[in-house]
């Protein structure tokens, strides 16, 4: 979910399986490894080298295969090209041979919700040098120091580099990040002092060690320099920073490395913050290149698009040949495009920002302002049995907005979350809510269909809502645990139970229900915002025999030192346990009442 916005999509340690099967008489002898390579259409030919964790999958992995074999220019409908570029590059530059790109195991992939196969790297204890074969045979020390840039290139075992990298762009594409590698790990000596600060943390624990396999002598040396297993013939493992120093200097002076690559500089736009669904214009200066091309979205959970750059004269890049690089395009509905610059020449080329597709430039678009108040969380259920059916018959959560003005207001630009570290989690189509009118979003997780379905389901148990743009949280909801077929809903300046939900209309107030004895405005807490401890006063003495909770965002309780009395008490001290800075909700439950509050916990 956190990285792929899907949990539930075909996904294979690619691996030799524990338990090998008996397989048919038409799969090929000796099978294929778990190096991707394409050996027959009959599934079963595989699952003795690929351990499926998925329910199901193996049509899907057999068309990867059979479309890296077969169609490597057209993979990019069913493989994260650029993510698979990155993780040869890692492993080429470090030499991670227990991977992929030495004896071709050792990975994971994962078929994301566009249909395309993630490669997933696993296990780096061998990082470095430490395994040294290489998918040809063993490597010595120096062997491994001068790994070519391009090791499978031209071997059929290893069809995700050999079928890769035939496409020209993309071995371009490859070589660009191997260099951004090996850039950043000569820039500021990060990687020395990272690994020094990592020694510094452990040392103590591994001289405690009584169970560890190399010395306290091994340990204290072998960032720096080599160590070496009875020597003169025992095996060599690389000193860390000494080995990345090395392979540096290797890689910097072999032919794919070192020829001139393009220089990308400045990026502008016209105008300088565009409107959604309007055209504009987005140049950039670029030397040394024959082909630049500008790669954008609207959202991280998208793909990007590619459209061409041109120096002609006739695409508002000034006068040909002239460097600048330009075209028009339309804005998409969105708050941002999210982009980067590929420019390549006939041997290399460069990308901008460097980490791209990792990492990439933002333009903010122009989008109306909306205040807090003038969009309202209206409504919600969280548990629709039987209240209300969407298109397709489905009865699923909902979450109901109000626009509480006398104009139309659009909605790109805007998301709704469960989750207050990631408040873009669902952004809102081009959706527009006329004036005093009501909207329903079907918080269904099911963000790739046509119409209003968030990524997201409520919790039944307790949660919060936040509706959020760029200026921040426009409107939010914690609540605590709802009933079935039951809508929690505003009436003015209270929520209420509803037992007759008004799903795209007004609530009737009047059949609303409090929650039981609900009194939260009748206890006042302070300090508030606080952070070692909070004083609750309550409107009357009572005794503290029943239940105080605080609740994080994620609807999880907070253990709370609490220690019931039969004292009557008006003011109670509650000492906090240490907490993460944030929004709480506080529920104090006493007798026949219960009084709610909202804590902010300060850093």
Same mark, same amino acid.
């Given at each position: 979910? !956190?990285?792929?916005?899907?949990?539930?999509?075909?996904?294979?340690?690619?691996?030799?399986?524990?338990? %090998?099967?008996?397989?048919?008489?038409?799969?090929?002898?000796?099978?294929?490894?778990?190096?991707?390579?394409?050996?027959?259409?009959?599934?079963?030919?595989?699952?003795?080298?690929?351990?499926?964790?998925?329910?199901?999958?193996?049509?899907?992995?057999?068309?990867?295969?059979?479309?890296?074999? !077969?169609?490597?220019?057209?993979?990019?409908?069913?493989?994260?090209?650029?993510?698979?570029?990155?993780?040869?590059?890692?492993?080429?530059?470090?030499?991670?041979?227990?991977?992929?790109?030495?004896?071709?195991?050792?990975?994971?992939?994962?078929?994301?919700?566009?249909?395309?196969?993630?490669?997933?790297?696993?296990?780096?204890?061998?990082?470095?040098?430490?395994?040294?074969?290489?998918?040809?045979?063993?490597?010595?020390? %120096?062997?491994?120091?001068?790994? +070519?840039? $391009?090791?499978?290139?031209?071997?059929?075992?290893?069809?995700?580099?050999?079928?890769?990298?035939?496409?020209?762009?993309?071995?371009?594409?490859?070589?660009?990040?191997?260099?951004?590698?090996?850039?950043?790990?000569?820039?500021?000596? =990060?990687?020395?002092?990272?690994?020094?600060?990592?020694?510094?943390?452990?040392?103590?624990?591994?001289?405690?060690?009584?169970?560890?396999?190399?010395?306290?002598?091994?340990?204290?040396?072998?960032?720096?320099?080599?160590?070496?297993?009875?020597?003169?013939?025992?095996?060599?493992?690389?000193?860390?920073?000494?080995?990345?120093?090395?392979?540096?200097?290797?890689?910097?002076?072999?032919?794919?490395?070192?020829?001139?690559?393009?220089?990308?500089?400045?990026?502008?736009?016209?105008?300088?913050?565009?409107?959604?669904?309007?055209?504009?214009?987005?140049?950039?200066?670029?030397?040394?290149?024959?082909?630049?091309?500008?790669?954008?979205?609207?959202?991280?959970?998208?793909?990007?698009?590619?459209?061409?750059?041109?120096?002609?004269?006739?695409?508002?890049?000034?006068?040909?040949?002239?460097?600048?690089?330009?075209?028009?395009?339309?804005?998409?509905?969105?708050?941002?495009?999210?982009?980067?610059?590929?420019?390549?020449?006939?041997? $290399?080329?460069?990308?901008?920002?460097?980490?791209?597709?990792?990492?990439?430039?933002?333009?903010?678009?122009?989008?109306?302002?909306?205040?807090?108040?003038?969009?309202?969380?209206?409504?919600?259920?969280?548990?629709?049995?039987?209240?209300?059916?969407?298109?397709?018959?489905?009865?699923?959560?909902?979450?109901?907005?109000?626009?509480?003005?006398?104009?139309?207001?659009?909605?790109?630009?805007?998301?709704?979350?469960?989750?207050?570290?990631?408040?873009?989690?669902?952004?809102?189509?081009?959706?527009?809510?006329?004036?005093?009118?009501?909207?329903?979003?079907?918080?269904?997780?099911?963000?790739?269909? #046509?119409?209003?379905?968030?990524?997201?389901?409520?919790?039944?148990?307790?949660?919060?809502?936040?509706?959020?743009?760029?200026?921040?949280?426009?409107?939010?909801?914690?609540?605590?645990?709802?009933?079935?077929? =039951?809508?929690?809903?505003?009436? +003015?300046?209270?929520?209420?139970?509803? +037992?007759?939900?008004?799903? #795209?209309?007004?609530?009737?107030?009047?059949?609303?229900?409090?929650?039981?004895?609900? !009194?939260?405005?009748?206890?006042?807490?302070?300090?508030?915002?606080?952070?070692?401890?909070?004083?609750?006063?309550?409107?009357? #003495?009572?005794?503290?025999?029943?239940? $105080?909770?605080? =609740?994080?965002?994620?609807?999880?309780?907070?253990?709370?030192?609490?220690?019931?009395?039969?004292?009557?008490?008006?003011?109670?001290?509650?000492?906090?346990?240490?907490?993460?800075?944030?929004?709480?909700? $506080?529920?104090?439950?006493?007798?026949?009442?219960?009084?709610?509050?909202?804590?902010?916990? !300060?850093?």
């Amino acid at each position: 979910d !956190q990285h792929f916005y899907t949990s539930d999509g075909v996904y294979f340690q690619c691996d030799r399986v524990e338990k %090998q099967k008996q397989l048919p008489g038409n799969c090929p002898m000796g099978g294929s490894g778990s190096a991707l390579k394409f050996i027959s259409d009959d599934s079963t030919c595989y699952q003795n080298n690929y351990e499926i964790e998925s329910e199901a999958g193996w049509n899907e992995l057999v068309k990867f295969l059979k479309g890296l074999s !077969q169609n490597p220019a057209g993979i990019s409908s069913i493989l994260d090209v650029d993510r698979a570029l990155w993780m040869l590059a890692l492993n080429n530059f470090f030499v991670n041979l227990d991977s992929y790109s030495g004896s071709g195991h050792n990975y994971l992939i994962y078929q994301d919700e566009h249909g395309r196969f993630n490669p997933i790297m696993w296990d780096l204890n061998e990082f470095y040098g430490a395994f040294t074969n290489s998918g040809s045979g063993q490597l010595n020390l %120096q062997q491994m120091i001068s790994l +070519s840039p $391009l090791l499978h290139v031209n071997n059929a075992e290893r069809p995700l580099i050999s079928k890769l990298l035939s496409i020209p762009s993309y071995k371009k594409r490859y070589l660009a990040h191997l260099r951004t590698i090996m850039d950043e790990a000569r820039q500021n000596n =990060y990687y020395q002092s990272h690994g020094v600060k990592l020694q510094d943390l452990i040392r103590e624990a591994v001289s405690l060690d009584k169970n560890k396999f190399f010395s306290d002598a091994a340990f204290n040396t072998n960032l720096q320099s080599d160590f070496q297993i009875n020597p003169p013939s025992g095996k060599i493992y690389p000193g860390l920073i000494s080995f990345a120093q090395a392979r540096y200097n290797y890689l910097n002076t072999t032919p794919e490395l070192s020829m001139t690559a393009p220089v990308i500089g400045k990026i502008n736009t016209q105008p300088d913050v565009p409107d959604p669904r309007k055209m504009f214009v987005l140049s950039v200066q670029v030397e040394q290149a024959n082909n630049v091309v500008l790669y954008y979205r609207d959202q991280r959970r998208s793909l990007f698009s590619a459209i061409t750059l041109f120096d002609d004269g006739q695409h508002e890049d000034g006068s040909a040949n002239d460097g600048v690089y330009a075209n028009h395009l339309e804005a998409p509905n969105a708050n941002e495009i999210q982009y980067y610059i590929f420019a390549e020449n006939t041997n $290399l080329a460069s990308l901008s920002p460097a980490r791209a597709e990792y990492e990439f430039h933002t333009l903010p678009l122009k989008l109306e302002t909306i205040l807090p108040g003038e969009i309202l969380i209206n409504e919600f259920m969280t548990s629709n049995k039987t209240y209300q059916s969407d298109e397709r018959g489905d009865y699923d959560d909902w979450i109901e907005l109000y626009n509480n003005t006398d104009r139309s207001i659009s909605l790109i630009g805007n998301f709704l979350s469960d989750q207050p570290d990631n408040l873009i989690k669902w952004p809102f189509p081009d959706t527009t809510i006329l004036p005093k009118s009501y909207l329903c979003v079907w918080a269904d997780e099911d963000g790739m269909s #046509a119409g209003l379905h968030a990524n997201f389901k409520l919790s039944k148990s307790g949660e919060q809502i936040y509706l959020s743009n760029s200026t921040g949280i426009v409107d939010s909801i914690v609540y605590l645990e709802q009933q079935d077929d =039951y809508s929690f809903g505003r009436c +003015s300046a209270q929520w209420k139970i509803f +037992s007759r939900p008004s799903f #795209a209309s007004a609530n009737d107030c009047t059949t609303g229900l409090n929650e039981p004895n609900d !009194q939260a405005s009748e206890m006042v807490v302070y300090p508030n915002p606080t952070k070692e401890y909070i004083n609750l006063l309550l409107p009357d #003495a009572s005794k503290r025999e029943d239940f $105080l909770n605080l =609740y994080n965002f994620s609807g999880q309780s907070v253990e709370l030192n609490f220690i019931p009395s039969n004292q009557l008490e008006k003011l109670i001290m509650v000492k906090l346990p240490e907490l993460n800075p944030g929004l709480y909700l $506080l529920r104090y439950h006493s007798g026949d009442r219960i009084y709610l509050a909202k804590v902010f916990v !300060q850093d």
